[in-house]
């Protein structure tokens, strides 16, 4: 059996109802519930967020247990950027997005499915709003 995987989706959007319109019309196409995650720079803002519109926050099952737990001794922009890294965001756009929620950004992040280790990345993920290339 395989195991269709889809691209991987992250939009950057500044208020709730943004993130609400963002989870319906990644469900609307296609992608798992439980593969639809917000994350902002504050833990408990991501879990309300998370509560509030029926995504989910990245997990241990998601971003792999080795991850999860150097994220224990990681600062909160590390934990951040192992995160996103482990579902496929480079580097390079991991620093990027980092920076965006400073600023209060929020992403919804629709995840094709695929755990990513160390350098790997996937250079096929769709960003909104666009960025210039890294």
Do not use: C
């Not at 059996?1 to 939009?11: D, S």
């Amino acid at each position: 059996m395989t195991i269709q995987t889809m691209t991987t989706k992250v939009h950057t959007v500044g208020h709730l109802n943004e993130v609400q319109r963002e989870v319906n019309r990644f469900r609307g196409e296609g992608y798992d519930a439980n593969n639809i995650f917000v994350l902002t720079h504050d833990k408990d803002r991501t879990a309300r967020i998370a509560e509030n519109t029926d995504a989910e926050q990245i997990g241990v099952s998601d971003e792999g247990v080795g991850t999860a737990i150097a994220n224990v001794f990681r600062s909160t922009g590390d934990e951040l950027r192992a995160k996103m890294r482990s579902l496929g965001i480079s580097k390079q756009y991991a620093e990027h997005l980092e920076r965006e929620m400073d600023e209060d950004k929020i992403l919804v992040i629709a995840w094709g499915g695929r755990e990513y280790k160390n350098d790997e990345y996937d250079d096929t993920i769709y960003y909104y709003p666009t960025f210039g290339a890294f």
